[in-house]
């Protein structure tokens, strides 16, 4: 193994509960640099009803990059309003061009300001922090990185504060999103509940410790349906015309005008939505096989230095897991967030329809992980209050 192939030559673990303790990951090499994205109030364009908006902008993050890098497997993470990366040396510079043309195009293109960041592995470990990455394989075909260490979530406090930022470029070149796209329509719950959960270890708390009450969080998930999986096996529905039209329309135009964009993939849709509504093979391409890799490449729990998941739960569960984080919480394990919500979205990135390494990101849809975070942060305030 090499720097440059340290990523690649991961081995890829299919049981996602194995990822609670640290024995699945591995340190990045120290020439690394971690880079991080997040969509400037990101709240308030939730409270606007722009969360599907923030979701395509923290998407097209990890489409841009992986664009960059021709396919080239890197580790990163999706975290609804923003998204989070790491890169050898060689594609230092790659990476800092992608954020910087990144920042002015979303500002030019959606009104809405992003910040970047990017810093050496060095200076993380040089706080007392690491960042550990694990390959979690979500099928046969796609895998996601997953983050431990500690020191993803301190570089994302630092960029929030203005440090080791990435300015915005001079011009605001439209950038490389082949592949992203948001057509489908929220996916309501089936259960009851879209639940996101954001729990973060307190940092005092033991690895071990924190990796205990994960498992004990997972097992009551694993009393849900799927596992609480919000997307059904028969995929998300596809409404005409799609939600997000418009949304891919901008961020897939280039210098195209956009109605006359938004014109293409108006007729692309229907055609789209009537493969997907008879069920109908079209060519080499089948809708149905398409869904249920769908289902099976989607990212509805991760480990980002927590645990983070969208699930579609039921009320009873609902309260056995805020009760267990609360008495957590009261223990100084733990500081966490949920918000609640009756639908989820996705947001995909798809190559190549024919091809099964499609990869789509799941969120809450009105909030999701943002609103998760956002109470996490209010209820941490609170209890620094109370002492």
């Known amino acids: 193994m090499t720097t440059d192939t340290f990523y690649a030559s991961l081995?890829?673990?299919?049981?996602?509960?194995?990822?609670?303790?640290?024995?699945?990951?591995?340190?990045?090499?120290?020439?690394?640099?971690?880079?991080?994205?997040?969509?400037?109030?990101?709240?308030?364009?939730?409270?606007?009803?722009?969360?599907?908006?923030?979701?395509?902008?923290?998407?097209?993050?990890?489409?841009a990059m992986r664009?960059?890098?021709?396919?080239?497997?890197?580790?990163?993470?999706?975290?609804?309003?923003?998204?989070?990366?790491?890169?050898?040396?060689?594609?230092?510079?790659?990476?800092?061009?992608?954020?910087?043309g990144l920042r002015a195009w979303t500002e030019a293109e959606y009104g809405i300001g992003l910040r970047a960041a990017m810093l050496p592995l060095a200076w993380i470990r040089a706080e007392g922090l690491d960042v550990q990455v694990a390959r979690y394989a979500v099928s046969d075909y796609a895998d996601f990185a997953m983050f431990?260490?500690?020191?993803?979530?301190?570089?994302?406090?630092?960029?929030k504060a203005g440090a080791f930022e990435v300015p915005p470029a001079l011009l605001a070149e439209p950038p490389d999103l082949a592949g992203l796209s948001c057509r489908w329509s929220n996916?309501?719950?089936?259960?009851?509940?879209?639940?996101?959960?954001?729990?973060?270890?307190?940092?005092?708390?033991?690895?071990?410790?924190?990796?205990?009450?994960?498992?004990?969080?997972?097992?009551?998930?694993?009393?849900?349906?799927?596992?609480?999986?919000?997307?059904?096996?028969?995929?998300?529905?596809?409404?005409?015309?799609?939600?997000?039209?418009?949304?891919?329309?901008?961020?897939?135009?280039?210098?195209?005008?956009?109605?006359?964009?938004?014109l293409y993939l108006f007729f692309h849709s229907a055609f789209a939505g009537l493969i997907f509504a008879t069920k109908r093979r079209a060519g080499s391409f089948d809708p149905v096989h398409y869904l249920s890799v769908l289902k099976a490449n989607s990212d509805f729990r991760k480990f980002d230095d927590g645990l983070k998941m969208t699930l579609d739960c039921t009320p009873g569960i609902r309260d056995r897991i805020r009760q267990h984080l609360e008495q957590a919480a009261a223990g100084g394990l733990v500081h966490f967030g949920l918000h609640e919500q009756n639908a989820a979205m996705v947001t995909c990135i798809v190559p190549s329809p024919l091809e099964d390494d499609h990869i789509h990101f799941v969120d809450g849809a009105a909030g999701g992980y943002t609103q998760a975070a956002a109470n996490l942060a209010a209820a941490f305030g609170s209890r620094k209050q109370e002492r």
Request: aromatic share 6%.
């Open 187 to 262: 996916t309501p719950a089936r259960n009851g509940i879209i639940l996101s959960v954001v729990a973060l270890p307190a940092p005092d708390t033991k690895p071990q410790d924190f990796a205990r009450l994960s498992a004990e969080v997972l097992e009551l998930a694993g009393q849900l349906e799927g596992g609480g999986h919000p997307v059904p096996k028969t995929g998300p529905k596809l409404q005409f015309p799609p939600a997000g039209l418009h949304l891919e329309a901008q961020s897939s135009r280039g210098k195209t005008p956009l109605f006359l964009r938004k």
């Open 11 to 63: 081995p890829k673990i299919r049981a996602f509960a194995s990822l609670s303790g640290p024995e699945g990951f591995a340190p990045l090499p120290p020439d690394w640099h971690l880079c991080c994205t997040d969509i400037v109030n990101s709240t308030g364009l939730v409270a606007a009803g722009r969360y599907k908006t923030v979701n395509m902008i923290g998407a097209a993050v990890i489409a």
């Open 67 to 100: 664009n960059a890098l021709q396919g080239e497997a890197f580790p990163f993470i999706f975290g609804g309003d923003g998204a989070s990366f790491a890169v050898p040396p060689r594609h230092r510079d790659t990476a800092e061009q992608v954020l910087a």
């Open 148 to 159: 431990s260490g500690g020191g993803l979530a301190w570089a994302e406090a630092q960029m």
